[in-house]
């Protein structure tokens, strides 16, 4: 029969040791804080999607909510199907002026308390598609959202977050750790995961915590294939002869097959497997530093993150079409 370069008792103790961490990580990440109630939370983007229905979420649960929302359409909706102690704020996270004007709000609603938490939720994906479809101003509509506008949001609210030795939750993405789209999006959310550990690197001597949210594909505004697909032939539209030549009209089409086949295979309608992290980073005792969120994110997009660059570059060739003129 089979030896065993290692004794039986080497094994218990290792299956016992590993056992044991398993039961201690599990009790750790299930210890929450108390006095949720006295507890005030601000989340960006909240009109729709993931922010809209964590706004819902945390006032249910007796948060005192501060819900920014980028139109006044949106705020409105969302304060009548909440209760009083959820407040809305209208938020542009590109204007300057725009945060400052919340941050008062905020701070005259928080009092001496200070801020528990910030929610960095809001975002914007298109343009998205080829690299060299793309012209400086694509990629600045992107960045200055989902990465400038999430660092200049952060860095005004952080004197109000350290009072209160807080939280802030980062939203990142699946193409925060693999660049599979060209354009602003990966280069933003690649951003948001680098601004956020130095954050939780410097913030951790003054009791403020930083988490990261990586979602894989869900049902939102920001995965909506219209909107894509019409900003998709906007770019078509304006391509040189020479660079629509390179790629032939039989590679937009199947592009846009491509995305039909994964939006719709891929986007999870249940929002609530994102949210339920954000909540976790705001009431959990010892919050995770990344939530991986969603079956996509956690059995497929991460692990590959973490394969070599091959493997990658490999299963990313299978999912997209092949411009016409390549080598
Ligand atoms: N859905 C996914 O599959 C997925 C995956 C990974 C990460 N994410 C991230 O999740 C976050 C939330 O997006 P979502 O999926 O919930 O899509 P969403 O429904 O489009 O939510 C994004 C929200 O941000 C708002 N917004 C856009 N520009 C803004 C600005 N300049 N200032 C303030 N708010 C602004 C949008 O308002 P308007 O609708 O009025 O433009 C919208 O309400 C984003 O950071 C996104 O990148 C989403």
């Known amino acids: 029969c089979l030896q065993l370069p290692i004794s039986d008792p080497v094994w218990t103790c290792i299956l016992g040791s590993i056992f044991l961490l398993v039961v201690c990580w599990f009790i750790k990440d299930n210890l929450r804080i108390k006095t949720i109630k006295e507890k005030y ?28 929302c980028l139109t006044e359409n949106g705020a409105q909706q969302l304060q009548a199907c909440t209760s009083p102690t959820l407040k809305t704020v209208l938020l542009n996270v590109t204007d300057p002026k725009s945060i400052d004007q919340a941050l008062e709000f905020v701070k005259a609603e928080t009092g001496s308390q200070g801020l528990w938490g910030l ?63 060209g354009g602003g999006y990966c280069l933003s959310k690649w951003g948001v995961e680098s601004f956020s550990d130095s954050l939780r690197r410097d913030m951790q001597y003054f009791g403020l915590k930083v988490s990261i949210i990586e979602p894989g594909f869900f049902k939102t505004g920001v995965t909506s294939l219209a909107a894509i697909e019409k900003d998709l032939l906007r770019l078509w539209g304006r391509l040189t002869p020479e660079v629509r030549d390179s790629y032939g009209n039989k590679y937009f089409e199947a592009y846009l097959k491509a995305q039909r086949l994964s939006m719709n295979t891929l986007c999870d309608s249940d929002l609530s497997k994102v949210t339920n992290y954000m909540e976790h980073a705001l009431i959990a005792k010892y919050p995770r530093t990344r939530y991986g969120a969603g079956w996509d994110a956690k059995l497929f997009w991460l692990p590959l993150s973490y394969a070599p660059s091959l493997i990658a570059d490999v299963m990313l060739w299978l999912l997209l079409p092949t411009p016409m003129g390549s080598i």
């Open 119 to 181: 929610v960095n939720n809001a975002g914007r994906a298109t343009p998205i598609g080829p690299t060299d479809w793309m012209q400086m101003d694509d990629f600045y509509k992107v960045l200055s959202v989902n990465l400038m506008g999430l660092i200049e949001t952060t860095l005004k609210f952080l004197p109000l977050l350290k009072k209160a030795k807080g939280r802030v939750v980062n939203v990142s993405s699946v193409m925060g750790r693999l660049a599979f789209a």
């Open 41 to 68: 939370v601000l989340i960006t983007g909240c009109d729709s999607g993931f922010g809209n229905l964590l706004a819902k979420q945390l006032n249910q649960r007796g948060f005192h909510v501060i819900a920014a």
